[in-house]
Structures are given as C-alpha cells and as structure tokens.
C-alpha cells in the first residue's frame, strides 16, 4: 500500500461515516453511507474500494453498532461492483449513465442483504424500512416478500443518490486534485 | 439602531460559562476589532451574532434585530460573515458560481446575482479568478473570495473571522482598503483577529475578551500608541507603530496606518528636526 | 460513537486480543446455542460479564439500540405473525452481540489494540488505517456541521420543501468530499516526514503482555463455544 | 560546509501547466536557520517539497535539474528511503500530522522515534529530552487529540525533533499559532545548533530576528541571499513587497541602495 492510499482510506471512510450527519440534517430517506467507498473505486480504483468498504464497516460495526457487522459483504459488493464500473464500464460519463449504475447496485445490493436481515434480524433493520415492512406485512403480504419490497426501495433510492452524489463531486474536481488522481478522468471517460 | 448591539449577554456550552455579561455596540460606519487568547469567547461571540448560538440571557440584535427565534439563514441578507476556515465552503466549480450562490439563495435573478457577484469580486481585486476553480487557489486567495462573497449581499454589518490569516502584507492591505470603502459606505464590521497591523490599518475600536469578560473596550489608535496597555492585554507593537515613533517629534502621537508612517518617514528624511534638548 | 473509558475491571485488564476473541466466541455461541433457551442464558451470561467487569456506558449503550429493535420484533413477530417466541430469540440474539463488542470497545484502549497488533508483527498499514480512522472521523463529522453552517449563513435553507432539501445536498456534501480530498497529500507527506516508510522495523512502544488472567478468560471463550455446540447437538 | 545544494531546478505541480519553480540554483550551508521567503506563491513551500523528497516522488509533479540533500538526491526512491529520519518536515496544519495511533503526548512524540527502530531506552529518553525543551513536559500524560492547535503543533515539532534529524524543514510552521505562541516558536530555532533548520514562511517581521541566512524567491528563481540584513534590506527584494515592513516603509518614504530591516536601523538611517 502506497503512503497516499494509507492517507486516503481513513479519509473516505471518514466521508463514509459523515454523510449521516447531513442526510440526518435534511431528513432525507437515503443513507448515502458509501460515498466514500464509490468515490475511492473512481479514484484510486477497486483494491482502495475494497479496503475502504472493509474498515467502513468494521468502524460501524465495533464503534457504532456491532449488528452492521453481519451487512460486511453487502459493503464488498459496493465497492467491487463501483470498481469494476469505474474501470471498465466509465460509469460516471454523465449523470444518467452515473444514476443507472447506481440504480443496479441498488437491485444487487438490496437482495444480498434480504438473507442477512430476514434470517439474522428477523426483518427489523433500520426504523424507517421496518416501518415500511410492518405496513406491507400488515397489508397481508408475507413477511420475507414484505422484507425484500422494503428494502429494495430504500436501497434503489439510496445507491441512486450514492452515485449521482459521487458524480457531482467528480463534475466539480479541481485540476490540482484531478492532476493528482488520474484514474479520476478515466471514471469520467474524459481521458484514457 | 443598526449594527451589533450586545445587551448583556451571557452564554455556557453545558456547565461551562464562556460569555459572562458581555455588552457593547458597534455602531454604522464602524469597525470593532475582537481580540483575546484562544478559548477566549471570541468565536463564540461571532456564533451567537449570527444567530447559530442563542444567548443563555441577555440580549443580542444585529441589524436591527433580536436574534431570538432566528436562525442563519433568516440574517443572510443583512450579515455578511466570513469564516476562519473559508475554505471550506466552495462547491461550485468557478469561483463566480460561487459567490453568486449565496446571493440566488436570497432569490435574486441568475443576471442580478451574477452582476453583482462580478461586482464583489472587483472589489477585493479578484476579477481575474471568477472562471477559476475555487479549490485550486491558495487559502489566502480563499479568505478573499469569501470576503467577496459576504460584501456581494451588500450587507449593513460584516463579521469577519481572521480575515488575514495566511495573507502576506499586500493582500492584508487590499483587505484593509476594502474594510474602509465599507466602513465609510456605513457599514458595521466586527473583524475577529490578531493581526495588529490589520487593527492598526483600520479598526476604530477594540474589545479584548479575556475567560469571557470583555476587558477592554477601547479606541484602537490609543491602544496601538501605548506599549504598556498592549504588553499588560498581552499584545506586541506593530513594528510600523514602532517606526512612526521615531519619526515624529517627542510628544506628537505616533502615527498608526502603514501610510500615515511613510509619509511621517517621508517628512522626516526631507526637512531632519532641530535637535530636541535631553 | 462508542468511546473508551478508562477502568480496572475484568476486560480492562486483559490483553485486548483475549478480549476480542472472548467477544467473537461469544457471538458465534448465541447463534449456536439451542432456541428458545440458549440464546436468553448466553445473553444473561454477557449482562453478567458487563456487570463484573464494571462497564456500565455499555450496558447503557446496548439498552439504547435494543429498545427499538425489540419493538418493531414484537410488533413483527408478535402481533402481525403471532410467534412472540421467534421475537425473543432474535432479540436475545441481536442483544448479545450490541452488548459484547460494546463492553470490549468501551474497554479496550485503541492505542492498546494498535500496539497488540503491532506486537504480533502485523502490518504497519493495518494499525494506521485503524487508528486514522477513529481520528479522521469525529474531525470530518465537526466539518460537515461547520460547512451546513457556513451555507446556512449564505442562505441556504435545509428544512422545508422536499425539493429545496434535495437541492442541498450539493453544496453540503461537495465541500466536505473536496476538503477530504485535498487532505490526503498533506496526511501522506506527514507519515512520510515521520519516518513511515523507512527500512526499519517499527519499536512497539507498549507491547501488551497476558497473563493468568487471559489463561482464564480464554478457557471461558472456549468453554461456552463448546458447551452451547454440545447444548445444540445432545 | 553547505547541507543542500540545488541547481537548474525546475518544477511544475501535476495537474498545472505553469512551472511553480524555474532554474533554481541555491545553497544552504550546514548547522544554521535559513529563512526562505517571498510573496505568496512564490514557491517556497514546493521547495521545502522537494527538499523533503514527497515532491514529486510522492505528489506527482515533473522535476528538472538537480537537488542533492546531504549529498543524497531525495527524488529517487533509494535517496528518500536513505533520508527517512535524517530530513523531516514539520507542515503548517498540526491536525493532519497527528498519528492518530498514540494515546498520549508522549507516545506521539515518539511515533517518529518507533518508526526508525530504536529501542525504547534511547526513545525515552530523547523524548524526555524534547518535551522539556518545547516546555510541553506538562502535557505528556494527555490525550494529543485533546490538545489546542497552538499545544499540538508543538508535540509534532517535538515529535521531528526527537528524530534527531540532520535537516529540519519548516513550512509556515506558525500559520495556526496566535502571536505570542509564532514567537516562542521561531526563538527557539537558533538553539538547534545541530541540525540544518530551513524555515519558509511571509511573516519575515516576527521570523526573521531569529534567522542566520535568507533565501528570498520570487517567480520561481532566487532574488537574493545572505544574512538578513543584506537579503532583506536589498532595493529589489523590498521593491517586490516581500519581507521586512520596516525596510517597506523606507522604500515607500523614498529611501533607496541598502534599506534598513529593524526600528533601531531606521533610527541610524534617519540619523545620517
């Protein structure tokens, strides 16, 4: 690991842990808690994502609430899919192409955590999807489709608004940070 | 009465008092300048001014209005406020966007905003950034646009924290020079610093905070001129305080602004006063 | 965020990867143990070592999380699926594993931890990105309240209309990325000029040691891993 | 005996097309406080960058010509790898040096120390050492992520210090410190007789009564050099308005040839 990737993990899983406070200021329904992890797959590419992913979750799940713990692959899974988009696929070309990719991760995302929170947590995540799932469970829908309904809207909608947010700050790079992380251009398929 | 009104304002962050009974005004027209240690209060006191703090007791008014109930947002027409760290608010991705930002937030028209931004950004001699990225200039190019983007609202009182720090002489001059045009156009300006030269350039006044007591509420050429008051609150003289000094004659006061002392200096070297006895 | 408090209890004392480990065990038991029955006495167990080992912030903490958790289970699994049982288990479940890992994080110093890690060779990279980490991320959390302040300010309104907050989210969160961002070569030159990439072997300062203590404690994690797989099976 | 020597040296930040240094040549002598100044963007920092060997081998960049660091080229890998410990550079932000790894000040300022290998003898005791000579012994058994900007700045200089390095390099190292503090802070580099110290910092008025020797850049070439008075007092340095207010004053008042730096000089200047 390079001294600069030493420096920039900590950094992005910082933004990662950070996002919470202005989503919670706005009350918006998104976590936008990868962030940090998409923008280190465009930037530095995927082995940074996967060690940004890693250590955002383990920091959530010794320091804030070990029960993220058990949600460690869905992390993984964000940052190796963010990475091979940015390497192959140049995802963040323009912010529909950006928002489509976000919106797969979403559909890959919500069902591999759907096992983890059916079996593990018996439904109950986060207050605001367990609210969700009640009503539709309440509505008369079994309670593993009431699970995966719930959390496929918020995850769509989250990881959506993850990569547009990831493309606005690309859009807004100045020339001495693009200068400084050249894979940078590459996810904006502006050079490379 | 505009300006900045303190009535006896007291604050605590939990169980820790860090305002005990501060009052003071400044006025249109005039510039306070806020000095003190660090942990003083002085950061604290610009937080309950633009009303991100309210006071425990006592009353806080600026332009013309108690802070009580308001938030940010509702004084951004009428206060201008430049942060320690001004960095750190940029988004956009030319300087000009950004200074316009705060100005469509008020609702102003996309050609008024940007009128005025244009306008601000001439007035702190910037004009040549407004296509550049914010993030690419130095942290004292950064205290000038956000400098830039305080006065394009034209606000009636400005509060400026450190607005010098990181500049070297010529940009804290031109910083001055924009303070005065203010300041003679009425507005209010409390400018947090401990930039001396800076006070010496173009403060009226200056209130020293000390553990949350304002100490000293005093004109700041008197203060700037005396090296006992500003050793005993902790200060060093400016060295062209220093200078004028030995230009004048004994018992004349010192000249206090960097041009007041060249020309002082200027005097001196073409007519050498008859030596003074003792 | 879970922070350390400094004491002299049970989990203080031992070397901070007995902990972890007695921690892990502990989780992986309350899955294994038999429902309905084994997952409340393993949580009962972790209460108790809580209580003996004088954490009471954890405890506090795992009250805090659970309670919701615990609603919306018996309001599930209760009510709408009439297995009020399924609600307990899960809980119990959930509860120990919240409980365990606070009780350690709240005991164990991170700087201790770092040190541990370093003692058994592990790479330098690990224990920085570890420790960086909980650094950076009170830091970025103060920024992102002093950036909405400094928009709010400017003007900008975070309350109100859906539209009008969707359209904050740029202006709060570009800055804070861009300033992480513009961190980064200042971070790297700083391990740099402080001898971070050297040829020498790093000098662990305080190589924690184990003691009688941690014999003990390693037995417990052993015995309950493997009394709860035998409660299972027989 | 000079500790740096640079000559031709050229170079340009990635991501910009306007070099920040351009045919570069100066000297540093040995076991003396060398103070390089200038106007804001000068390029004294990206000097300091390049002499701690992080430009461009760790930021990126293009360089040209030769700078040679104790005899070492700090620009290749092998050359920075010789100088780890032997050059250190103490930045203008103290929160983003801090280790994070240490719960203490004393396990902070000898992070550096560990990092070389040392045993732990000889890292107590010269972080013993360096803590009585900042005066910050008072502060050892505190968190360091508890610390003012002012406290932390000086348990990161006490930390590059304890390194006991050969060259120290300041880069505006009092930017956060409040006035009293920035003093304290440049009195004390001329008691390091053993080491090369380089300062780089605009605030000439505070620094430089405590400096040997100055470097004055502009446009990304040397101006002047010599002891303070000749560097500083020249006509052409106090015409670009870099360094000493007072020599600025005189400049304006209309004095010209070899400016006066201090308020006792002006008093002679006035005088004759």
Same mark, same amino acid.
């Given at each position: 690991?390079?001294?600069?990737?030493?420096?920039?993990?900590?950094?992005?899983?910082?933004?990662?842990?950070?996002?919470?406070?202005?989503?919670?200021?706005?009350?918006?329904?998104?976590?936008?808690?990868?962030?940090?992890?998409?923008?280190?797959?465009?930037?530095?590419?995927?082995?940074?994502?996967?060690?940004?992913?890693?250590?955002?979750?383990?920091?959530?799940?010794?320091?804030?609430?070990?029960?993220?713990?058990?949600?460690?692959?869905?992390?993984?899974?964000?940052?190796?899919?963010?990475?091979?988009?940015?390497?192959?696929?140049?995802?963040?070309?323009?912010?529909?192409?950006?928002?489509?990719?976000?919106?797969?991760?979403?559909?890959?995302?919500?069902?591999?955590?759907?096992?983890?929170?059916?079996?593990?947590?018996?439904?109950?995540?986060?207050?605001?999807?367990?609210?969700?799932?009640?009503?539709?469970?309440?509505?008369?829908?079994?309670?593993?489709?009431?699970?995966?309904?719930?959390?496929?809207?918020?995850?769509?909608?989250?990881?959506?608004?993850?990569?547009?947010?990831?493309?606005?700050?690309?859009?807004?790079?100045?020339?001495?940070?693009?200068?400084?992380?050249?894979?940078?251009?590459?996810?904006?398929?502006?050079?490379? | 009465?505009?300006?900045?009104?303190?009535?006896?304002?007291?604050?605590?962050?939990?169980?820790?008092?860090?305002?005990?009974?501060?009052?003071?005004?400044?006025?249109?027209?005039?510039?306070?300048?806020?000095?003190?240690?660090?942990?003083?209060?002085?950061?604290?006191?610009?937080?309950?001014?633009?009303?991100?703090?309210?006071?425990?007791?006592?009353?806080?008014?600026?332009?013309?209005?108690?802070?009580?109930?308001?938030?940010?947002?509702?004084?951004?027409?009428?206060?201008?406020?430049?942060?320690?760290?001004?960095?750190?608010?940029?988004?956009?991705?030319?300087?000009?966007?950004?200074?316009?930002?705060?100005?469509?937030?008020?609702?102003?028209?996309?050609?008024?905003?940007?009128?005025?931004?244009?306008?601000?950004?001439?007035?702190?001699?910037?004009?040549?950034?407004?296509?550049?990225?914010?993030?690419?200039?130095?942290?004292?190019?950064?205290?000038?646009?956000?400098?830039?983007?305080?006065?394009?609202?034209?606000?009636?009182?400005?509060?400026?924290?450190?607005?010098?720090?990181?500049?070297?002489?010529?940009?804290?001059?031109?910083?001055?020079?924009?303070?005065?045009?203010?300041?003679?156009?009425?507005?209010?300006?409390?400018?947090?610093?401990?930039?001396?030269?800076?006070?010496?350039?173009?403060?009226?006044?200056?209130?020293?905070?000390?553990?949350?007591?304002?100490?000293?509420?005093?004109?700041?050429?008197?203060?700037?001129?005396?090296?006992?008051?500003?050793?005993?609150?902790?200060?060093?003289?400016?060295?062209?305080?220093?200078?004028?000094?030995?230009?004048?004659?004994?018992?004349?006061?010192?000249?206090?602004?960097?041009?007041?002392?060249?020309?002082?200096?200027?005097?001196?070297?073409?007519?050498?006063?008859?030596?003074?006895?003792? | 965020?879970?922070?350390?408090?400094?004491?002299?209890?049970?989990?203080?004392?031992?070397?901070?990867?007995?902990?972890?480990?007695?921690?892990?065990?502990?989780?992986?038991?309350?899955?294994?143990?038999?429902?309905?029955?084994?997952?409340?006495?393993?949580?009962?167990?972790?209460?108790?070592?809580?209580?003996?080992?004088?954490?009471?912030?954890?405890?506090?903490?795992?009250?805090?999380?659970?309670?919701?958790?615990?609603?919306?289970?018996?309001?599930?699994?209760?009510?709408?699926?009439?297995?009020?049982?399924?609600?307990?288990?899960?809980?119990?479940?959930?509860?120990?594993?919240?409980?365990?890992?606070?009780?350690?994080?709240?005991?164990?110093?991170?700087?201790?931890?770092?040190?541990?890690?370093?003692?058994?060779?592990?790479?330098?990279?690990?224990?920085?990105?570890?420790?960086?980490?909980?650094?950076?991320?009170?830091?970025?959390?103060?920024?992102?309240?002093?950036?909405?302040?400094?928009?709010?300010?400017?003007?900008?309104?975070?309350?109100?209309?859906?539209?009008?907050?969707?359209?904050?989210?740029?202006?709060?969160?570009?800055?804070?990325?861009?300033?992480?961002?513009?961190?980064?070569?200042?971070?790297?030159?700083?391990?740099?000029?402080?001898?971070?990439?050297?040829?020498?072997?790093?000098?662990?300062?305080?190589?924690?040691?184990?003691?009688?203590?941690?014999?003990?404690?390693?037995?417990?994690?052993?015995?309950?891993?493997?009394?709860?797989?035998?409660?299972?099976?027989? | 005996?000079?500790?740096?020597?640079?000559?031709?040296?050229?170079?340009?930040?990635?991501?910009?097309?306007?070099?920040?240094?351009?045919?570069?040549?100066?000297?540093?002598?040995?076991?003396?406080?060398?103070?390089?100044?200038?106007?804001?963007?000068?390029?004294?920092?990206?000097?300091?960058?390049?002499?701690?060997?992080?430009?461009? @081998?760790?930021? /990126?960049? +293009? =360089?040209? #010509?030769? !700078?040679?660091? *104790?005899?070492?080229? %700090? &620009?290749? @890998?092998?050359? /920075?790898? +010789? =100088?780890? #410990?032997? !050059?250190?550079? *103490?930045?203008?932000? %103290? &929160?983003?040096?801090?280790? /994070?790894? +240490?719960?203490?000040?004393?396990?902070?300022?000898?992070?550096?120390?560990?990092?070389?290998?040392?045993?732990?003898?000889?890292?107590?005791?010269?972080?013993?050492?360096?803590?009585?000579?900042?005066?910050?012994?008072?502060?050892?058994?505190?968190?360091?992520?508890?610390?003012?900007?002012?406290?932390?700045?000086?348990?990161?200089?006490?930390?590059?210090?304890?390194?006991?390095?050969?060259?120290?390099?300041?880069?505006?190292?009092?930017?956060?410190?409040?006035?009293?503090?920035?003093?304290?802070?440049?009195?004390?580099?001329?008691?390091?007789?053993?080491?090369?110290?380089?300062?780089?910092?605009?605030?000439?008025?505070?620094?430089?009564?405590?400096?040997?020797?100055?470097?004055?850049?502009?446009?990304?070439?040397?101006?002047?050099?010599?002891?303070?008075?000749?560097?500083?007092?020249?006509?052409?340095?106090?015409?670009?308005?870099?360094?000493?207010?007072?020599?600025?004053?005189?400049?304006?008042?209309?004095?010209?040839?070899?400016?006066?730096?201090?308020?006792?000089?002006?008093?002679?200047?006035?005088?004759?």
């Amino acid at each position: 690991m390079t001294l600069r990737l030493l420096a920039l993990v900590p950094l992005a899983v910082g933004i990662n842990l950070a996002m919470g406070q202005i989503v919670s200021l706005l009350a918006l329904p998104v976590y936008l808690d990868t962030v940090g992890t998409v923008l280190v797959a465009a930037l530095a590419g995927p082995w940074a994502a996967l060690a940004t992913g890693l250590v955002s979750q383990l920091i959530l799940g010794l320091f804030v609430n070990s029960v993220l713990l058990a949600f460690l692959l869905v992390q993984l899974l964000v940052a190796v899919y963010a990475g091979v988009m940015c390497c192959h696929f140049r995802v963040f070309r323009s912010a529909p192409r950006a928002g489509g990719s976000g919106l797969v991760l979403g559909i890959l995302a919500a069902s591999a955590s759907w096992p983890i929170s059916l079996l593990v947590f018996g439904g109950v995540t986060s207050p605001g999807v367990t609210l969700v799932t009640a009503v539709l469970g309440g509505l008369g829908l079994p309670l593993r489709w009431a699970v995966y309904v719930a959390s496929l809207a918020t995850d769509i909608v989250d990881k959506t608004a993850t990569f547009l947010v990831v493309y606005a700050v690309l859009s807004a790079l100045p020339g001495r940070l693009a200068g400084r992380f050249p894979a940078a251009a590459r996810a904006r398929g502006v050079a490379g | 009465m505009t300006g900045i009104q303190l009535h006896d304002v007291h604050f605590a962050y939990g169980a820790r008092p860090v305002l005990c009974g501060v009052s003071g005004q400044c006025g249109p027209g005039e510039v306070v300048g806020l000095t003190g240690p660090n942990g003083a209060g002085k950061t604290t006191l610009t937080r309950l001014l633009m009303a991100l703090e309210h006071p425990g007791a006592g009353r806080v008014e600026i332009g013309g209005r108690c802070t009580d109930g308001l938030g940010p947002a509702d004084l951004a027409d009428q206060v201008g406020y430049v942060f320690q760290h001004a960095g750190r608010q940029f988004f956009s991705r030319t300087v000009l966007a950004d200074v316009a930002f705060g100005l469509r937030q008020l609702g102003w028209t996309a050609a008024r905003a940007g009128a005025a931004a244009n306008a601000a950004l001439a007035e702190v001699d910037a004009t040549r950034m407004a296509g550049m990225h914010p993030h690419d200039l130095s942290p004292a190019d950064h205290k000038r646009i956000a400098l830039a983007a305080a006065l394009a609202v034209d606000p009636s009182v400005l509060i400026l924290d450190e607005p010098t720090q990181g500049m070297d002489r010529p940009g804290m001059l031109r910083a001055a020079a924009v303070i005065r045009r203010r300041k003679a156009s009425g507005t209010a300006v409390l400018l947090v610093t401990h930039d001396m030269a800076m006070l010496a350039e173009c403060a009226d006044r200056v209130w020293h905070l000390e553990e949350g007591h304002l100490v000293l509420d005093a004109p700041a050429p008197g203060l700037l001129r005396d090296p006992e008051l500003l050793h005993r609150h902790g200060f060093t003289e400016p060295a062209q305080v220093a200078v004028g000094r030995t230009a004048v004659r004994a018992g004349e006061p010192a000249p206090i602004r960097l041009a007041d002392v060249v020309s002082a200096v200027r005097d001196r070297l073409r007519s050498p006063p008859a030596p003074t006895a003792g | 965020m879970i922070r350390h408090v400094e004491g002299t209890g049970i989990l203080h004392r031992i070397h901070p990867l007995t902990a972890f480990g007695l921690a892990v065990s502990i989780s992986t038991s309350v899955f294994v143990a038999p429902p309905p029955l084994g997952p409340v006495a393993v949580l009962a167990g972790t209460v108790i070592l809580a209580v003996v080992s004088r954490l009471p912030s954890a405890l506090g903490r795992t009250v805090v999380v659970s309670v919701p958790f615990w609603g919306f289970l018996l309001l599930i699994h209760g009510l709408l699926r009439h297995d009020p049982g399924r609600a307990v288990v899960i809980g119990s479940r959930v509860s120990t594993v919240i409980l365990v890992f606070a009780a350690v994080v709240t005991a164990v110093q991170p700087a201790r931890l770092v040190d541990a890690l370093a003692a058994l060779r592990a790479p330098f990279s690990v224990g920085y990105v570890f420790s960086a980490t909980l650094l950076v991320v009170p830091r970025l959390r103060d920024r992102a309240r002093a950036i909405s302040e400094a928009q709010q300010c400017r003007g900008l309104r975070v309350a109100g209309s859906p539209l009008g907050r969707i359209r904050a989210v740029v202006p709060l969160t570009v800055p804070l990325v861009l300033s992480a961002l513009s961190e980064v070569d200042e971070r790297a030159v700083a391990l740099a000029t402080r001898g971070v990439g050297g040829r020498a072997v790093r000098t662990v300062l305080h190589p924690p040691n184990a003691g009688g203590l941690d014999v003990a404690m390693g037995i417990l994690g052993v015995g309950i891993l493997v009394g709860s797989f035998f409660w299972r099976v027989g | 005996m000079t500790a740096i020597e640079v000559a031709g040296l050229g170079y340009t930040h990635p991501g910009s097309d306007q070099p920040a240094l351009a045919d570069l040549d100066v000297s540093i002598p040995a076991g003396r406080v060398t103070l390089v100044t200038g106007r804001l963007g000068a390029g004294c920092s990206t000097l300091l960058e390049i002499l701690a060997g992080v430009a461009p @081998r760790l930021t /990126g960049g +293009t =360089l040209t #010509g030769t !700078v040679r660091v *104790l005899g070492v080229d %700090p &620009s290749t @890998r092998e050359g /920075g790898r +010789t =100088l780890v #410990g032997r !050059v250190v550079m *103490l930045l203008p932000t %103290p &929160s983003s040096q801090l280790s /994070g790894m +240490t719960s203490t000040v004393r396990d902070e300022v000898a992070f550096g120390p560990a990092n070389l290998g040392w045993d732990r003898q000889r890292i107590a005791r010269v972080v013993d050492g360096e803590l009585d000579r900042l005066g910050i012994a008072g502060l050892a058994d505190r968190d360091p992520a508890t610390l003012s900007g002012g406290e932390l700045q000086r348990v990161i200089l006490a930390g590059c210090l304890a390194m006991e390095p050969e060259v120290l390099l300041l880069d505006e190292p009092a930017a956060e410190l409040d006035p009293p503090m920035a003093e304290r802070l440049y009195a004390l580099l001329p008691e390091l007789t053993a080491t090369t110290v380089v300062l780089a910092t605009t605030d000439v008025d505070r620094a430089s009564p405590h400096v040997q020797e100055v470097v004055v850049l502009d446009g990304g070439g040397v101006v002047a050099a010599g002891s303070p008075s000749e560097a500083l007092g020249q006509e052409a340095v106090v015409g670009l308005d870099a360094g000493s207010t007072v020599a600025r004053i005189v400049y304006e008042a209309g004095g010209r040839g070899r400016l006066p730096i201090d308020v006792a000089g002006v008093r002679e200047w006035i005088a004759s």
